[in-house]
């Protein structure tokens, strides 16, 4: 079966409305799309057909409208529980509706209190079960490897295992599996909710010089202890690193697989993926990139538009091959799967003045990107 139509939106994007003596001159420039529906020209992976699923939206997981058009979006996978603010999330401490400023797992970020009105782990558990989507989850890099277990055996475990997580650098007993496992049956939910994958930490490379020292850039965003690679892979002696998180998180559930905060230029920000690859490409089970293409975006007009819709014939392949070259320097040769789990075509709302993301034209854009 085929399907015919104009495609005059592309035009209106690309051109603007046409005044009414525009409108024959602009005849002879539209195009026809045949869509072909009966023919799978390729298959696409679930994993590519996701959305973040921030915290902050709070009560709208539990909104049934919303849930249902989750659901009948296409959409496979949630990454939650944010970006950034996934460097401020005390998980316990959400799920309890806690919230203590000055402790290490408190509910909220820089003395806020998020305990009454943000998303928790349940909260997400419901609103994943009910749209019949799946998760990314990005842990919070302060944590230590015992609190991570605990989220693991919270989302992945059994009350009946009676392993032990241990006590962490602060002195608080994460005791055993089937204790989180529990919390999560007396929340309402009896059965596991099966998280595979988990990202350690958000941006880590752009820690701010308050908390992650003055080495981190003067403009740093995230609030992560370390923006040195070496450090966040072996941890400090302060704080636990990506090897030691990962054994923890993998001792509880060996099945899942655990992502390495990285960068698509590896010589950005102080070498810092080649210092992630250096230090664990051997064993990582991930690599994590964000490649924005642009922090301001070309100019809204027909010539802006051409750029944006051939950048992804340009980016991908040449952030690719990069990454190759890279594993092959300094990853022994190992060809690591590639995260790309945020993506768009500005990194930055408030960057984007004319809302072209909102646009039918960044619809094209990452359609592209995915074909790409």
């Excluded at 298959?43 to 057909?49: G, K, N």
């Amino acid at each position: 079966m085929l399907k015919t139509f104009r495609l005059l939106f592309v035009l209106m994007i690309l051109l603007g409305l046409a005044a009414p003596a525009q409108r024959s001159a602009q005849a002879a420039n539209e195009y026809t799309l045949t869509i072909q529906v009966n023919q799978t020209l390729t298959s696409v992976s679930p994993l590519m057909l996701g959305s973040n699923a921030p915290s902050w939206l709070g009560d709208r997981y539990s909104d049934s409208t919303f849930r249902s058009r989750t659901r009948f979006s296409g959409l496979r996978y949630q990454r939650i529980p944010g970006g950034s603010w996934s460097n401020m999330y005390g998980w316990l401490s959400c799920e309890q509706r806690m919230f203590k400023a000055g402790q290490a797992y408190q509910c909220g970020g820089e003395g806020e209190d998020w305990s009454s009105w943000i998303a928790r782990p349940t909260d997400y558990i419901n609103f994943l079960r009910a749209s019949k989507t799946q998760a990314v989850y990005i842990l919070n890099v302060n944590a230590t490897a015992q609190e991570a277990a605990a989220l693991v055996a919270f989302f992945n475990g059994d009350p009946s295992d009676t392993r032990v997580i241990g006590v962490d650098r602060y002195g608080q007993d994460w005791k055993t599996v089937g204790m989180w496992a529990q919390l999560r049956v007396d929340h309402g939910n009896a059965q596991p909710f099966y998280i595979r994958y988990w990202d350690f930490g958000n941006e880590v490379y752009g820690a701010t010089q308050a908390a992650g020292g003055s080495e981190c850039a003067s403009y740093g965003w995230e609030n992560a202890w370390t923006c040195d690679g070496a450090e966040y892979i072996h941890g400090d002696a302060n704080h636990d690193g990506y090897l030691s998180i990962r054994a923890a998180m993998r001792a509880v559930d060996s099945t899942i697989r655990v992502g390495a905060v990285g960068n698509e230029d590896p010589i950005d920000f102080n070498n810092w993926g080649v210092k992630v690859l250096q230090e664990a490409g051997s064993v990582m089970d991930y690599y994590v990139i964000h490649p924005y293409p642009y922090g301001t975006p070309p100019a809204n007009n027909a010539t802006g538009w051409a750029q944006i819709l051939a950048k992804p014939r340009q980016q991908w392949p040449a952030t690719k091959s990069a990454l190759q070259t890279a594993f092959d320097t300094y990853a022994g040769g190992r060809q690591i799967p590639i995260a790309a789990n945020e993506y768009n075509l500005v990194y930055s709302h408030d960057l984007d003045t004319q809302k072209m993301m909102k646009t039918a034209g960044n619809m094209l854009f990452m359609a592209e990107s995915l074909g790409q």
